[in-house]
């Protein structure tokens, strides 16, 4: 059966459609042809790159890439059901010491889940685009030749990521876990401060430079919290609790139906900074019910006053299943003997049943075991305000969704001629990732 041609509302396509049930119609109105996508890019006119059918392309037929002509890929870094990353020579500047990762995300415009998060990431990295903390996005494009059709982001190349580091033999000092955590803290006050949370904090998704320099990435769970920007009470309420990775999973997104906030993310950094310390993760949940006892065998059991908070009958239920014979939190010092005092004293603060006392980045910051790596001047709050995310309310349609991926490619590549991006920094007082090769 072929689809029909959703750019056209003429008698033809009119009864083209006649001749679809109800329940095949409902499928295929989603399904864009890559003569429609094409079709979207050329009328962009605020595009001053639009792309064209005769501009040379290098092919590279094993990840199913299609670049611009000045680029070769070097290597397959990694494959994934959201898509392939590909590190690639400029050869038009072959001496850039910045290396180029190439991330092509896959079937965006027939999955909406993967639409939406696209959206995402591409809205966050371009507003918070120029902190040394935070992944960069240097260019980006949409392909609708098949089968090299998707976005294509082009981004910093950066070695590893902190599990790699975290789970390697590699020896840290509580110098070294001081300056790390240190640059999590920066990235993250400079997403909080925009009324962002992550929502997906792990050391999965924290990017680890050979020189050290730890930079945020993957915004596709990250959302707005603005109060302004909700349309009615009702959408803030709709914020789905069902985010980040279980092992990093706030207490509150298990047991609660209420809404949360950036206390969120900060449960998030405590287990990473516990992490530092054990080489594994702290809390390593084989589902919720688990989760939550694998939790309680460290914090001990919340209070009735926080389980009331939580607001739900499943909270009483999870908690009273998972309790057993546990009754008392465990020993820091016997947990993370390697750890001294002040850390130990964080990431007690950070890992709160109760989201109301945790710390907030700010009081994180403040803490006495940062003192010694702390400095201001790496501390911006984002000087553009609150995030506005508003535009999630309109997008209600697959056609909307793939018309705005559309216009958002567009204008980031106008404001990417306009003004060439900062370098990526990196810090040079330590270098600990290079045994991490070993």
Not at 104 to 114: D, W
Not at 300 to 309: A, N
Not at 400 to 418: H, S, T
Request: hydrophobic letters at 35%; a positive charge.
């Amino acid at each position: 059966m072929s689809m029909p041609n959703v750019l056209n509302n003429n008698d033809d396509t009119t009864n083209r459609q006649q001749k679809i049930s109800k329940q095949d119609w409902r499928y295929y109105r989603y399904k864009p042809s890559s003569d429609r996508i094409k079709h979207l890019l050329n009328t962009q006119m605020d595009n001053p790159r639009k792309q064209k059918e005769s501009e040379p392309r290098t092919i590279f037929e094993p990840a199913k890439f299609s670049l611009p002509s000045r680029y070769e890929v070097v290597q397959i870094l990694g494959k994934g059901s959201y898509g392939t990353v590909c590190s690639v020579n400029d050869k038009i500047n072959p001496d850039n010491v910045y290396p180029i990762a190439v991330k092509k995300i896959t079937n965006i415009f027939y999955r909406e889940i993967l639409l939406k998060r696209a959206i995402r990431e591409l809205k966050f990295m371009t507003f918070f685009k120029g902190h040394k903390n935070i992944v960069s996005l240097i260019d980006c494009e949409i392909v609708s030749e098949k089968p090299y059709d998707g976005l294509y982001c082009y981004q910093e190349l950066i070695d590893y990521d902190l599990a790699k580091v975290i789970h390697s033999s590699v020896q840290l000092s509580n110098f070294h876990i001081k300056h790390l955590f240190y640059q999590i803290l920066c990235g993250l006050k400079y997403i909080h401060s925009a009324e962002v949370i992550h929502r997906d904090l792990k050391p999965g998704n924290i990017l680890c430079t050979l020189n050290g320099c730890l930079k945020i990435c993957d915004f596709g769970l990250a959302r707005g919290l603005a109060p302004q920007f909700f349309t009615s009470k009702d959408n803030y309420h709709d914020i789905t609790n069902y985010v980040a990775t279980r092992w990093y999973r706030a207490p509150e997104l298990i047991l609660s139906e209420n809404t949360y906030g950036k206390s969120i993310d900060m449960w998030s950094i405590g287990c990473i900074l516990g992490e530092f310390y054990g080489r594994k993760p702290l809390f390593m949940g084989k589902d919720s019910i688990h989760q939550i006892h694998e939790i309680m065998k460290v914090l001990g059991p919340p209070s009735k006053e926080v389980l009331l908070d939580y607001g739900s009958l499943k909270a009483w239920n999870s908690c009273h299943s998972a309790s057993g014979s546990i009754s008392a939190m465990a020993d820091w010092t016997e947990l993370y003997p390697s750890a001294t005092l002040e850390a130990l004293d964080l990431i007690e603060g950070l890992l709160k049943w109760d989201p109301k006392k945790r710390l907030t980045i700010e009081q994180a910051l403040e803490h006495p075991f940062l003192t010694s790596v702390r400095n201001l001047d790496d501390e911006p709050v984002c000087p553009w305000g609150a995030f506005d995310f508003s535009y999630e309310y309109q997008l209600y349609s697959m056609p909307r969704l793939r018309e705005f991926l559309i216009n958002e490619v567009a204008m980031f590549r106008g404001d990417r001629v306009k003004c060439n991006a900062s370098k990526p920094h990196f810090p040079q007082n330590i270098k600990i990732v290079e045994e991490a090769r070993r």
